[in-house]
């Protein structure tokens, strides 16, 4: 059995796993990348939306499909709701395999190894080390590591195996990719409703070169024993709508799980989750990549520092996570808190109620000024604190989430 010795073990190719390379790469550590797949950025699973601030940390502007100034946004009835101005950007829209591609490939000039069609069997625990056991193109090979670093997605390997918990929600994603939908140059929309997105929203990006991605997504609970496919059925034959997609035609389709809320033990002994691993996705958009991001950049120095002088128990690991991913964690809650408020647990008759009251001229001014995708609370908070309609929810908000 062939051995191979590193500081920094990361399973999972995607953007977070590669920015972490890169970072962990760039403070002189030795790290080896491992990704199950035969090329990165396959299969595509995402809406494909990268916010600035996260794009401006890597600068994978090349691989842009599309610009965002804003977001169409329709009540269950109609209503419609404009979230954005003209010419003012709010998010890219990127070729996904393009993007983790660029992003692993930073990750490899900086020095990590790049291990495709691998993946990890067994994982021991030494006094010194941590020791796997990986199928690297059908030949299982050993390779020991200070620290292991699970970037390994929804259905993270490494938190599975090491027993770290799981994310407060799975949230299940449905999209396709279509050619003859007629939008507006630079805006996406968004479509509510039990009907097609139950306790979440519908979406259409533009993606370039003609073509529409289509989705929605909700929860197992929400969807009540319905398919998430028959959703987007019903969206494309909703009556109020159905004339947008009747030209629609599908070139292809992506399904997979979105998980949001920190799982309870995001370090142990030698091991630190990142990213869907460690339930980092924003609960009101789904978006992981920027938390992700955030969540690595806050961290890697002192974690590098804590490698090369092999200080890796869990409480050491704590001490430098603490902080910084529990003050995420707070702000990931508060978030879901506003976002139940506001609209999960909502009933479409209430719903519209609440479209009625963002579509007024007062509360759309409010919701441009604040609004920003990244940071959804402080829009929350306004509109709870400044529009009367919502008064009301700011006793079901709690005094804890108004004064935090």
């Known amino acids: 059995m062939s ?48 916010t600035p601030s996260a794009m401006n940390i890597v600068g994978g502007h090349h691989t842009v499909l599309e610009e965002v100034d804003g977001a169409l946004i329709h009540g269950p009835s109609g209503t419609l709701v404009p979230v954005g101005t003209e010419g003012t950007l709010r998010t890219y829209v990127v070729c996904r395999k393009r ?8 990750g490899m000039e900086a020095g990590a ?32 590591c200070k620290l292991l670093v699970g970037a390994d997605g929804a259905h993270s390997w490494t938190r599975r195996t090491f027993k770290m918990g799981r994310p407060k929600e799975l949230m299940i994603g449905f999209q396709t990719e279509v050619v003859g939908y007629e939008g507006r140059d630079r805006w996406l929309e968004m479509y509510s409703g039990t009907a097609i997105a139950p306790g979440f929203f519908a979406w259409v990006i533009p993606s370039g070169f003609g073509t529409h991605r289509i989705g929605l997504w909700s929860t197992a609970k929400r969807l009540n024993g319905r398919s998430i496919e028959s959703c987007y059925q019903d969206l494309l034959d909703h009556p109020l709508w159905k ?88 702000e990931q809650e ?41 940071k959804p609370v402080p829009l929350g908070m306004a509109l709870l604190k400044q529009v009367p309609a919502f008064r009301p929810l700011a006793l079901k908000a709690g005094v804890r989430l108004l004064l935090s």
Not at 99 to 106: C, G, R
Not at 300 to 324: D, F, G, M, Y
Not at 353 to 374: C, R, W
């Open 334 to 374: 508060r978030a879901r808190t506003l976002r139940n408020l506001l609209v999960s647990d909502c009933s479409d008759e209430v719903l519209d109620k609440h479209f009625n009251n963002f579509a007024h001229p007062d509360t759309l001014s409010l919701i441009n000024a604040i609004g920003d995708i990244e």
């Open 3 to 50: 051995q191979w010795d590193y500081d920094v073990v990361i399973v999972g190719a995607g953007p977070v796993g590669g920015r972490a390379a890169t970072l962990f790469s760039e403070d002189g550590l030795r790290v080896l990348v491992l990704e199950e797949h035969a090329e990165i950025g396959r299969p595509f699973q995402c809406a494909g939306l990268v």
């Open 99 to 106: 993007f983790d591609q660029y992003v692993v490939q930073q």
């Open 243 to 330: 004339d947008r997609f009747e030209n629609v035609s599908e070139i292809a389709r992506y399904c997979g799980p979105v998980p949001s809320g920190m799982v309870r033990n995001t370090v142990k002994d030698r091991v630190i989750l990142l990213g869907d691993a460690a339930g980092m996705a924003k609960p009101t958009t789904g978006g992981g990549i920027g938390p992700g991001f955030h969540q690595i950049q806050c961290v890697h120095q002192a974690l590098s520092e804590a490698v090369r002088e092999n200080k890796l128990t869990e409480k050491h690991l704590k001490a430098i996570t603490k902080q910084p991913w529990n003050a995420m964690k707070k």
């Open 113 to 144: 190894e790049l291990w495709l069609n691998t993946v990890p069997l067994e994982a021991t625990q030494l006094e010194d080390s941590m020791r796997l056991v990986l199928r690297k193109d059908g030949e299982v090979v050993e390779v020991s």
